[in-house]
């Protein structure tokens, strides 16, 4: 790469780190401090009487982004990051915590996924930490991707700690808030979640709902109501493929609890046969053999009718 900037003169350059100045120009360099006022650099000149290695150090008013090369084995750990360790991915967000609020950072992507991390090793002991981790990625994170991501993984965490209404709050108003189709796909799903899991409480509670007057009205209203957040994506955006299988398959788990085997294999038999790659499929096969084996067994266990 060449470089012509700050009074540099123009060599070539060894190094992975990235800096773009405002001016549109760049080096490949080695970053050693970047603040939010000064970045120091070295670069590696090669070549004639200018070979050697030159340290810079410059405003960042000057600076556009920088793009920071992987650590050894970063590379491989961000590919699976969903995957790893808490320990391991909270290594990683230690290591690049500074930069969350700079641009092309990679620091709000490892936050996420420590976040969920933090859920999945154990909801009681940390899920306020990754209630708090999402809100400051949300806040100051530099990527809208990221933003949106640690917004979803807000409402994550507020169903993991139980705080369903709250949850359920959280995500009408961001659902009214954007227009961003993956977002709205998200909260949406995130909605039929917690609904799900209101009518599993409602039930609960309250046993013999349908000779309830009062609880009848209630409990068929959010039934229906969870079917069609389940549905939504696979109505209107049924080319996402994830989102559309993952929705068909939301809807057959209601239909099951609901007793409506026929509407959920249907539903079932919709994904398998609409979205083959998807990774709900599997599931779905799993789910619809489990209920032609249901149906198989309650069919051999009525007594035959003999004849008169």
């Known amino acids: 790469m060449a470089v012509a900037a700050s009074g540099f003169s123009s060599v070539t350059l060894l190094g992975q780190d990235v800096i773009v100045l405002k001016s549109g120009q760049y080096a490949a360099c080695e970053i050693e401090a970047l603040t939010d006022n000064i970045l120091t650099f070295t670069l590696i000149q090669q070549g004639g009487n200018q070979g050697g290695v030159a340290r810079r150090t410059i405003s960042t008013s000057e600076v556009a982004y ?60 940390y899920g306020s930490r990754a209630l708090q981790l999402f809100d400051r990625i949300a806040e100051r994170a530099w990527s809208e991707i990221d933003v949106a991501a640690a917004k979803r993984g807000r409402l994550h965490a507020l169903m ?29 799903h995130l909605l039929a979640e917690a609904d799900f899991a209101r009518l599993r409480e409602l039930e609960e509670e309250h046993p013999r709902w349908d000779e309830d007057d009062e609880v009848r009205p209630e409990r068929n209203e959010l039934y229906h ?84």
């Open 66 to 125: 920088v793009e920071f090369d992987f650590e050894p084995g970063e590379e491989e750990a961000f590919a699976a990051k969903e995957t790893l360790d808490m320990e391991s991915v909270e290594a990683w967000w230690n290591h690049h915590f500074a930069h969350l609020h700079r641009p092309r950072s990679r620091t709000g992507a490892w936050g996420i996924a420590l976040g969920y991390a933090l859920l999945d090793k154990d909801v009681d002991l």
């Open 160 to 188: 993991a700690l139980g705080e369903l209404e709250r949850a359920i709050t959280e995500a009408n108003i961001l659902a009214g808030q954007t227009e961003d189709p993956e977002l709205l796909i998200e909260v949406k």
């Open 225 to 308: 109501s969870i079917i069609d957040q389940f549905m939504w994506p696979y109505l209107f955006h049924a080319a996402r493929e994830e989102a559309a299988a993952r929705g068909l398959f939301g809807a057959g788990l209601v239909y099951e609890f609901g007793s409506d085997a026929g509407l959920a294999a249907n539903a079932y038999r919709d994904l398998i046969a609409l979205y083959p790659e998807s990774e709900a499929r599997t599931k779905a096969d799993r789910r619809l053999e489990g209920l032609a084996n249901k149906d198989s067994k309650e069919n051999s266990d009525k007594p035959e009718l003999s004849n008169p």
